[in-house]
Antibody, heavy 116, light 111 residues
Framework: EVQLVESGGGLVQPGGSLRLSCVAS????????MSWVRQAPGKGLEWVAN????????YFMDSVKGRLTISRDNAKNSVYLQINSLRVEDTAVYYC?????????WGQGTMVTVSS | VVMTQTPVSLSVTPGQPASISCKSS???????????LSWYLQRPGQSPQLLIY???NRFSGVPDRFSGSGSGTDFTLKISRVEPEDVGVYYC?????????FGQGTKVEIK
């Protein structure tokens, strides 16, 4: 079965850090770009970052540049999103998605709550 | 690239048609015959799912009551006969340029 499963979300204080993980199965992970998309409570979808199949290129939404790191381990069929200096406005469900110029596979999402 | 969807919400009687507009701030044409515009449905409590890619191509398993059209900067998603399971928020998205951007969403409800 083709699927993506995210984990690593939780409640974090402002200024803290989190590392989100997304494990892929059912397709050749190492051949595909991967993206992270987030959705604040009651809001729309917002693309955050993506990474090339070999990890050599990474792109970020302007407002998160410098605070986010995206990486992948093709041997583990996994993509990661490290979020540093967390802010209240980072509170959202974070989805990973296979990025083929369209997002044809989505995970179920992992909730990140930033609050004191 | 700014994506603007209208209307914000839509209330439809089952069996009736529905139409959602999406306009982009620049052309989404990236190659001959290729336009980087896709549509997604997010049902309540679920992850988004791909409906339409490259303006008018239905993704695997998507019912043929869904159709997409348009070119350049103006696009439309049509549901020929709305069914109860079509309830949710519909998003258009462009991938012609980074950052990838979504429309603000159109909430479809059943009357």
């Amino acid at each position: 079965e083709v699927q993506l499963v995210e984990s690593g979300g939780g409640l974090v204080q402002p200024g803290g850090s989190l590392r989100l993980s997304c494990v892929a199965s059912g397709f050749t992970f190492s051949s595909h770009w991967m993206s992270w998309v987030r959705q604040a409570p009651g809001k729309g979808l917002e693309w955050v970052a993506n990474i090339k199949p070999d990890g050599s290129e990474k792109y970020f939404m302007d407002s998160v540049k410098g605070r986010l790191t995206i990486s992948r381990d093709n041997a583990k069929n996994s993509v990661y999103l490290q979020i540093n200096s967390l802010r209240v406005e980072d509170t959202a469900v974070y989805y990973c998605a296979r990025d083929m110029g369209v997002f044809d596979i989505w995970g179920q999402g992992t909730m990140v709550t930033v609050s004191s | 690239v700014v994506m603007t969807q209208t209307p914000v919400s839509l209330s439809v009687t089952p069996g009736q048609p529905a139409s959602i507009s999406c306009k982009s701030s620049q052309s989404l044409l990236y190659s001959v015959g290729k336009t980087a515009l896709s549509w997604y449905l997010q049902r309540p409590g679920q992850s988004p799912q791909l409906l339409i890619y490259e303006v008018s191509n239905r993704f695997s398993g998507v019912p043929d009551r869904f159709s997409g059209s348009g070119s350049g900067t103006d696009f439309t998603l049509k549901i020929s006969r709305v069914e109860p399971e079509d309830v949710g928020v519909y998003y258009c998205m462009q991938t012609v340029d980074l950052p990838r951007t979504f429309g603000q969403g159109t909430k479809v409800e059943i009357k």
